[in-house]
């Protein structure tokens, strides 16, 4: 039994790259009930992660955690450290509206605000004071929007309600929101779920892209995604980190059993 | 072929079996739609039934008899001295004579006639005792008119009006009508020259109270009842909201925040009447605010409001999807940015049309009102919130208790003001939500 808490490292210390968030002995409690059991997890910068696991297996948790999303809920209890840089996001001192504002997110269901495109993009980089003038504010609108991959398609429609897009451009309108605040990590909720598999195909090229600047955390369903996407996947059970590593060597040679059936559709 | 006509056969054999089942809960269904079908039906029967009786009962009241008179104002009798002083022409009773010898003239009859003295007594009788204070005004505004002679409709008593208008039956005994023989033989006459003539009755809408029902209006109490409108929508609206956000989106989930809810809506259901013995207590006795002004009507209505806004608000709060205020927390914005920016505006229809609706069930409440004295007879036009004034349902309750047949009417009339303004709040309700409403 404590057998199956130990989390496997396949390579621990071979990292390629900085390390830009860690988990340490990361617990989770919903009221009485656990939903995590001492996490350690290290994000690497400008690399995507993604969660994999069945669910309910705290992967989602896991990820609201990173940006101190389940403040929101009242029975909620986190325990254990996490740290963005070298500072604790759990620590007092630490102000959530700036935290949030460096660790952006985009969520499961497109959650556009029910205004323009333009007031979408805008209402973040408004919020936060980052500029000054309309000039400043059109130029961060836009490029957010490039960068969605966005602009091209709604660049004539920018005053129109942001709840008026397909899914797809409405998940990209929500990641050009996310950007425009220029996070350093983005955490992703299975931003595909609700997506058909041209508009997934669109939005996981865009994260490919987005992989240059920031860093990005994805949770997702599919293992397929997980392995097109993502440099690194950690596998989540029943509220443990199960096995952790590059994402080619979790789906060719986990080392886990429990991994081993999880991607080979035995259960989950 | 065969084979597959046997198997359907078969299935359908094997069907019939459940078919049983299938009707009785058709059967249950059905009868469920026509129980609903019949409750609809009597309900709508109901308020039909209702506002039929209001209605035939109260649109006579919109019309009002008088009697057209051709008065010679005389200077002798209104301004002998003919210096045009206020102090003398103001006084009504220097108008009686000029109107008496006008309505003579307009029955036929010759005032030099000693032994007409009865029918003069009647024919001056069948004025409103209000006449000759509507021609003072007139005069006053207009001291030229002295001296001159000119065409004037003159109100008409209410039992006139009321005989008129077919209220007071003709063919019972005179002892039992408040017209007697000799009135009804003058009106005959007056009728058959043309003199007599139903107007728009202004004074329901324009004048206070009154003793006589013809000169009796809603003016007071439409003003008393806008004040009181006023200082709920003031002061219920920003407390309700703000206690209601605080509640939904701040304060703790403990027992304390428990009991509140608790307590709100047992407030809800508090008997109005309570409301008034608290308003009596506290604001009237206590904070020695006036007894009968529309403040302390307001603020008894907002205690009264409050409830019914913070349960609408806070059930429109939580209408709100979670995604909008997590898309808010998300890309950094505080709790009250998320709230002020896109929970609150998008809940906005749900906050008005509960206000409103609590300001439609204020506008009704008569209770409450009767308990801080707003049940007076209150003649003069409030000019502020501190001054007396009545509220139209109090001033329905009172007009029900008169005994004039003239009164009836105008109750059924005051009831279809009332309707009529509670119709175009809820109106404005739903235009406003309409307006705000946003998909998301």
Redesign the interface.
């Known amino acids: 039994m404590q057998d199956t808490n130990q989390t496997f490292k396949a390579d621990s210390d071979v990292r390629s790259n900085p390390i830009k968030m860690s988990g340490e002995k990361v617990t989770v409690h919903y009221g009485a009930k656990q939903a995590l059991f001492d996490v350690d997890l290290k994000i690497e910068e400008n690399q995507v992660t993604s969660l994999i696991g069945p669910s309910g297996c705290g992967k989602s948790t896991f990820l609201r955690c990173l940006?101190r999303?389940n403040d929101?809920i009242?029975i909620c209890r986190v325990g254990g450290t996490i740290k963005l840089d070298s500072t604790d996001i759990y620590n007092p001192d630490v102000d959530v509206?700036?935290?949030?504002?460096r660790v952006?997110?985009?969520?499961q269901?497109a959650?556009?605000?029910?205004k323009s495109i333009f007031e979408n993009v805008a209402?973040?980089p408004r919020?936060?004071g980052l500029c000054r003038t309309k000039a400043e504010m059109d130029e961060i609108v836009v490029t957010s929007l490039q960068k969605a991959g966005l602009f091209e398609e709604i660049k004539d429609r920018l005053d129109e309600?942001g709840?008026g897009l397909s899914g797809g451009q409405q998940q990209r309108l929500?990641i050009a929101?996310?950007i425009?605040?220029s996070p350093e990590v983005i955490l992703m909720d299975e931003p595909c779920s609700a997506l058909d598999p041209i508009a997934t195909a669109k939005v996981e090229e865009l994260i490919d892209e987005l992989r240059e600047n920031y860093t990005i955390v994805i949770v997702t369903h599919s293992m397929q995604q997980a392995a097109r996407v993502s440099q690194r996947t950690a596998f989540f059970h029943m509220g443990n980190l199960v096995e952790e590593g590059p994402t080619d060597q979790i789906f060719t040679n986990p080392v886990d059993q429990r991994t081993q059936d999880y991607i080979t559709g035995r259960f989950g | 072929m065969t084979d597959t006509a046997n198997q359907s056969t078969e299935m359908l054999a094997t069907s019939k079996n459940r078919d049983l089942g299938l009707k009785r809960r058709y059967g249950r269904e059905r009868r469920f739609q026509a129980m609903g079908i019949a409750a609809i039906t009597m309900g709508v029967l109901f308020l039909f039934l209702l506002f039929w009786s209001i209605v035939t009962k109260g649109y006579t009241a919109f019309q009002q008899t008088k009697i057209h008179l051709d008065i010679y104002l005389s200077e002798q009798l209104i301004d002998p001295s003919g210096n045009r002083d206020i102090n003398v022409i103001q006084m009504p009773i220097r108008y009686n004579k000029v109107l008496e010898a006008a309505i003579y003239k307009a029955a036929g009859i010759d005032p030099k006639d000693k032994t007409k003295r009865n029918a003069m007594r009647e024919a001056k009788s069948l004025l409103s005792k209000g006449a000759s204070v509507d021609l003072r005004d007139l005069v006053v505004e207009n001291p030229s008119l002295i001296g001159t002679r000119i065409d004037y409709w003159a109100l008409a008593d209410g039992d006139v009006d009321s005989f008129l208008k077919g209220q007071i039956p003709r063919d019972i005994p005179e002892s039992k009508r408040k017209i007697s023989d000799a009135q009804i033989a003058i009106i005959d006459t007056m009728a058959e020259k043309g003199v007599l003539a139903k107007q728009f009755n202004s004074n329901l809408f324009f004048n206070g109270p009154s003793s006589r029902p013809e000169s009796a209006g809603i003016a007071v109490a439409v003003i008393g009842s806008v004040f009181m409108m006023l200082i709920v929508l003031v002061l219920a609206l920003p407390i309700g909201v703000a206690a209601s956000i605080y509640l939904e989106e701040f304060a703790?989930?403990n027992r304390w925040t428990d009991l509140i809810e608790v307590n709100i809506n047992n407030l809800a259901a508090v008997p109005s009447i309570v409301f008034g013995l608290l308003g009596l207590a506290v604001f009237i006795n206590f904070a020695g605010l006036p007894r009968s002004a529309s403040l302390v009507g307001g603020l008894v209505l907002t205690l009264m409001t409050l409830p019914t806004i913070i349960i609408a608000t806070r059930s429109a709060l939580k209408a709100v999807?979670p995604?909008?205020?997590?898309?808010?927390?998300?890309?950094?914005?505080?709790k009250t940015?998320a709230i002020f920016?896109?929970v609150l505006p998008?809940a906005t229809p749900g906050i008005l049309t509960g206000t409103i609706i609590g300001l439609a069930q204020a506008l009704g409440e008569t209770a409450p009102l009767l308990m801080i004295g707003m049940v007076a007879f209150v003649k003069d036009f409030p000019a502020t919130p501190l001054d007396p004034a009545t509220a139209l349902p109090v001033q329905i309750y009172m007009w029900s208790g008169e005994a004039q047949r003239a009164f009836t009417e105008r109750t059924s009339a005051a009831i279809l003001i009332l309707l009529a303004f509670l119709a175009l709040m809820n109106i404005s309700a739903v235009l406003l939500r309409r307006r705000f409403e946003?998909?998301?």
């Open positions: 940006n999303m929101t009242d509206v700036e935290l949030r504002a952006g997110m985009v969520f269901k959650n556009p605000f029910p209402y973040g919020i936060h309600p709840t929500c929101r996310a425009a605040v | 703790p989930k999807p995604s909008i205020r997590e898309a808010a927390l998300g890309v950094g914005a505080s940015q920016h896109h998008l946003r998909r998301w």
